[in-house]
C-alpha cells in the first residue's frame, strides 16, 4: 500500500510562488512515476507536471512551461511542485498521485494511488 499526502497549498498573490510537497509511505518510491494534477470546480482533472523514474523524463502542460518545476528527493520519498509567477486562472485544488507504469503517464485514470489535495488560490 502506498499512502500520499500534499502539503504546502494557500492563499498567494498573483505573481507570487508556492511549493507543493508531496509525501510518500509504503512501496518504493523511486520506482513510480508521480504526477501533480489539478482540479478546479467545473473542470476536469488535468495533469500539471509529470516525472519518471526511470530515465528522469518530465512533462509540463504548455501552460506551465517555463512556471512549474517538478522535483523529487527518493531518499526523502518527496516530490515537489515549484510554482512561480502564479495566476489566478492556477487557482485549483492540487493533487499528488502515483502509477508504476513506466514512462510519463498523462491520463489520471491509470494512476493507482492519490493524496486527498492541497488548495491553492491565487488573488489577483
Known amino acids: 500500500q502506498v499512502q500520499l499526502a500534499e502539503s504546502g497549498g494557500g492563499l498567494v498573490q498573483a505573481g507570487g510562488s508556492l511549493r507543493l510537497s508531496c509525501a510518500a509511505s509504503?512501496?518504493?518510491?523511486?520506482?513510480?512515476?508521480m504526477g501533480w494534477f489539478r482540479q478546479a470546480p467545473g473542470k476536469e482533472r488535468e495533469l500539471v507536471a509529470a516525472?519518471?523514474?526511470?530515465?528522469?523524463?518530465?512533462y509540463y502542460a504548455d501552460s506551465e512551461k517555463g512556471r512549474f518545476t517538478i522535483s523529487r528527493d527518493n531518499a526523502k520519498k518527496t516530490v515537489y511542485l515549484q510554482m512561480n509567477s502564479l495566476k489566478p486562472e492556477d487557482t485549483a485544488v492540487y493533487y499528488c498521485?502515483?502509477?508504476?507504469?513506466?514512462?510519463?503517464?498523462?491520463?489520471?485514470?491509470?494512476?493507482?494511488?492519490w493524496g486527498q489535495g492541497t488548495q491553492v488560490t491565487v488573488s489577483s
Open positions: 509504503g512501496g518504493t518510491f523511486s520506482s513510480y512515476t
Open positions: 498521485a502515483a502509477t508504476t507504469i513506466g514512462g510519463i503517464q498523462r491520463n489520471p485514470t491509470v494512476y493507482d494511488y
Open positions: 516525472s519518471s523514474w526511470g530515465s528522469g523524463f518530465t
